[in-house]
């Protein structure tokens, strides 16, 4: 199975950053549009954003100007630089890559936003 790993999950304060990492097989990340989804407890799973294999980003308004997607194509490495945090983003951050109907998700890494 295509597994992607990944990373950077913790406890922080209201108004930290955190950054979070996934990666994937190079196969996988050349070809695939990335992206990263979050879970609150008892809510359904969200976009956060998304890269295209091209480079453009997309981000949900609830995150925007306060989280940047990057990728890097050499290392095969997605980040999630996340800043000025608010408790409402706590919740289970997947990482995700898409090509048509294929998907795969990472296992999840748990952010907390608490004092």
């Known amino acids: 199975q295509v597994q992607l790993v990944e990373s950077g999950g913790g406890l922080v304060q209201p108004g930290g950053s955190l950054r979070l990492s996934c990666a994937a097989p190079g196969s996988i990340f050349r070809i695939h549009n990335m992206g990263w989804y979050r879970q609150a407890p008892g809510k359904q799973r969200e976009l956060v954003a998304t890269?295209?294999?091209?480079?453009?980003?997309n981000y949900a308004d609830s995150v925007k100007g306060r989280f940047t997607i990057s990728r890097d194509n050499t290392k095969y490495i997605l980040d999630l630089q996340m800043n000025s945090l608010k408790p409402e983003d706590t919740a289970v951050y997947y990482c995700?890559?898409?090509?048509?109907?294929?998907?795969?998700w990472g296992q999840g890494t748990q952010v907390t936003v608490s004092s």
């Open positions: 890269t295209t294999r091209g480079g453009s980003t």
């Open positions: 995700n890559a898409a090509f048509g109907i294929i998907t795969y």
